[in-house]
């Protein structure tokens, strides 16, 4: 521990090192349930790529982990502290460094947080798309480690499609550039994708270049209740299927609805059991929301509500926002599973977790990124019930289960951290695992990067 202090101190300020017990036992997890932390020796945090590149070189000659941290948002817990390791945290590396408008990238550091690159890009007639629900505290690393997603998927993709380069500070401490500025190119291996997702495992990211899109006209909301889940799935795959492309297509369930009507006083319609919102971000999205809730009524919609200007739409918005907040609020603590499903089977899904519910006698409220199948189920539970806590982990468990039964994956945009550890091998596959383990050694021979993850 001394020998570490001394060396890192030699080449950080003062006040990059932190030490205090209390101070770094704050740093120890991010908002994952069932997720076990360990004790940090010292949190680290860095301003500029020497010093990150000082602390890995440390890091390496001493043998101690490295758990790399954004915004500590996540829900696997991937961020979560190992016993005696380094936190480095990158919150104070939140430079935007460019915004080019001819070229469409935007050059940024990890700790920039993903709403203020929106408005930063979006003051030049830019957009950058990705837009995870913590968007307003989440930073562009975490969202690069996770490869996460949000509501505007199903138009415009995730995380991985707008990184279209990297600078990363490998295990050694060594600096990789990977990607490129440019529009296309196809140059070697994709070494950019392979760190996206990658969960800190790889190399700590210090610097990335995104694509944007020009900035498309505001979006007008619709929402569809229907009598069933089935119904609501079958219409979002009637909208898919007619070759629409809706900025957003979203799913609330019964329980859901209820949970957010109790925390906000929204007024949603409680008598539905799926509420589902279509938004279009396109020249005439009155038109494009007419031919979908057409399509709606003929899957069975009960009502059919289309948002007359922005600020309907922008309550639509917020209720869908506020749904996992509210389940939390059920029973003061959730467990938030990210299972991904192809769309045709989205109502086995829903009705599959349902019974889930039931058997274990659970409140389980799902919302869904439905024009994708990215479906959250979320296990509402008293953490300070021992025998509601072992029900809620069997739960969560079975609707993993369920979801690659149904020939999903059990992450869609979450990772899979400490959570999904066992259940990503199940899903790998042997040989897809030792490959895997192959690309770890390459990169991280001593394991010191975010060791206990992923693998």
């Given amino acids: 521990m001394d020998d570490l202090l001394v060396m890192l101190r030699a080449g950080l300020p003062a006040e990059a090192v932190l030490t205090d017990p209390d101070v770094t036992a704050s740093y120890a997890n991010d908002m994952a349930s069932f997720c076990d932390a360990g004790t940090p020796a010292v949190v680290v945090l860095p301003r500029d790529v020497e010093q990150v590149r000082h602390v890995m070189r440390t890091a390496s000659a001493l043998g101690v982990p490295v758990v790399p941290q954004g915004a500590r948002t996540g829900l696997s817990g991937a961020a979560n502290a190992s016993d005696g390791c380094i936190v480095l945290s990158l919150i104070r590396m939140d430079r935007i460094l460019e915004v080019n408008a001819a070229d469409r990238i935007a050059v940024v550091e990890p700790g920039v ?3 203020d690159l929106s ?6 007639g830019l957009y950058y798309p990705p837009d995870p629900s913590s968007w307003e505290t989440c930073t562009i690393g975490g969202n690069i480690g996770t490869a996460s997603g949000g509501l505007c998927c199903v138009k415009y993709g995730v995380t991985a499609e707008y990184v279209l380069g990297l600078d990363v500070v490998l295990a050694d401490g060594r600096l990789l550039s ?9 140059a070697g291996y994709d070494l950019t994708r392979l760190f996206v997702g990658s969960e800190g495992s790889l190399g700590i990211v210090v610097k990335a270049v995104l694509g944007l899109r020009p900035k498309p006209p505001r979006q007008l909301v619709l929402a569809a209740e229907f009598d069933s889940v089935a119904a609501a799935c079958d219409a979002v795959v009637r909208i898919m299927e007619g070759g629409h492309t809706p900025s957003m297509l979203e799913l609330m369930d019964r329980t859901t609805v209820h949970a957010v009507n109790a925390m906000a006083n929204m007024g949603l319609p409680e008598t539905t059991e799926a509420l589902l919102l279509c938004a279009f971000d396109t020249p005439d999205p009155a038109s494009d929301l007419a031919a979908v809730g057409a399509l709606c ?33 059920v029973r003061g603590v959730t467990m938030i599973d990210d299972v991904c499903v192809p769309r045709t089977r989205l109502a086995e899904m829903l009705n599959g977790t349902a019974a889930i519910a039931d058997k274990y006698d659970l409140t389980i409220g799902v919302v869904a990124h439905a024009g994708d199948g990215n479906t959250h189920p979320t296990v ?3 953490a300070n019930d021992p025998d509601e806590s072992r029900r809620a982990r069997e739960s969560f468990d079975e609707i993993m289960a369920l979801g690659l039964d149904l020939g999903g994956t059990i992450t869609g945009e979450h990772g899979v951290g400490v959570l999904k550890k066992d259940w990503l091998a199940r899903e790998l596959g042997p040989v ?24």
């Fill in 432 to 455: 897809a695992l030792e490959l895997h383990r192959g690309i770890k050694q390459t990169f991280d021979p001593q394991g010191i990067l975010n060791p206990g993850k992923l693998f």
């Fill in 297 to 329: 009524e003929q899957a069975g919609a009960t009502t059919v509500v289309p948002a007359d200007d922005e600020s309907e739409s922008e309550l639509l918005l917020q209720a869908r926002r506020l749904s996992l907040p509210a389940l939390e609020a």
């Fill in 113 to 115: 947080v993903n709403a």
């Fill in 380 to 382: 509402c539970f008293d």
């Fill in 119 to 124: 408005r930063a890009v979006g003051e030049r």
């Fill in 178 to 186: 990977t990607g490129r500025r440019t529009a296309k190119g196809v």
